[in-house]
């Protein structure tokens, strides 16, 4: 069945860039997402990326996406502490009116000053 | 305008209980989903509503229900409550006409003793 896998941790300093991988299986994906959950909140969109596009920046955010690899990464430029939380990495796909989200764990980023 | 809403934010109960969890969606959203946060186990899809009808579900047991209202909002309801019911359950609507983009709650934490 479909998948999206992540790494679990990840730990950098801060001013550093940080990159977050995602992979999936599902080759009818046409949206992948990146939310980003901040203790104790609920899941906030962080930007997303159209199947057919190689990359998005967005201020610090960069995505690219592979699709001939199903690879999915995020890159944050500059991360600071406030960017410590869960990274989601979720593909999107939809079969008539049924639109599916797949989910990976998320991968929990900590940021040392 | 106001977000996801979701309550009690906090919630206690004994094994063998119910427990009723309530979601209100952004204005104009018609579909809800629930999903569960349990530790190390990522989101766990539980049930989507469109309309008013459960569109899809997830792999949990009957005891797991809800429904959705004609305003929109939602509940969720779990009987016969066990310990592993314990998580975070978060709740998210969207619109039917954009990017399938997700707008979370910042969840109920129900906690089963």
């Known amino acids: 069945g479909e998948d999206v896998e992540q790494s679990l941790f990840l730990s950098v300093r801060e001013g550093d860039s940080s990159v977050i991988n995602c992979t999936y299986t599902?080759?009818?994906?046409?949206?992948l997402y990146w939310y980003k959950q901040e203790p104790g909140a609920g899941l906030q969109l962080l930007t997303y990326?159209?199947?057919n596009m190689d990359m998005k920046q967005d201020q610090r955010l960069t995505v690219l996406l592979n699709k001939k690899d199903k690879h999915l990464s995020l890159r944050i430029a500059d991360t600071q502490t406030g960017d410590s939380a869960i990274y989601f990495c979720?593909?999107?796909?939809?079969?008539?009116?049924?639109?599916?989200?797949?989910w990976g764990l998320g991968t929990s980023l900590a940021v040392n000053p | 305008e106001a977000g996801v809403t979701q309550s009690p934010t906090h919630l206690i109960k004994t094994r063998g209980q119910q427990a009723t969890l309530r979601c209100s969606p952004i204005?104009?959203?018609?579909?809800v989903y629930w999903y569960q946060q349990a530790l190390g186990l990522g989101l766990q899809f539980l049930l989507w509503?469109?309309?008013?009808?459960?569109?899809n579900r997830g792999n949990f047991p009957p005891r797991f229900s809800g429904r959705q209202f004609p305003n929109y909002s939602s509940e969720l309801n779990v009987n016969a409550l066990e310990l592993e019911d314990s998580a975070l359950y978060l709740c998210?609507?969207?619109?039917?006409?954009?990017?399938?983009?997700?707008?979370f709650g910042e969840g109920s934490r129900l906690t089963v003793l």
């Open positions: 990326i159209f199947s």
């Open positions: 204005s104009g959203h018609t579909s």
């Open positions: 979720a593909e999107g796909s939809r079969a008539g009116n049924n639109r599916k989200l797949i």
């Open positions: 998210a609507s969207r619109t039917r006409v954009n990017t399938g983009e997700l707008f």
């Open positions: 599902d080759s009818s994906s046409t949206y």
């Open positions: 509503y469109d309309e008013g009808e459960e569109r």
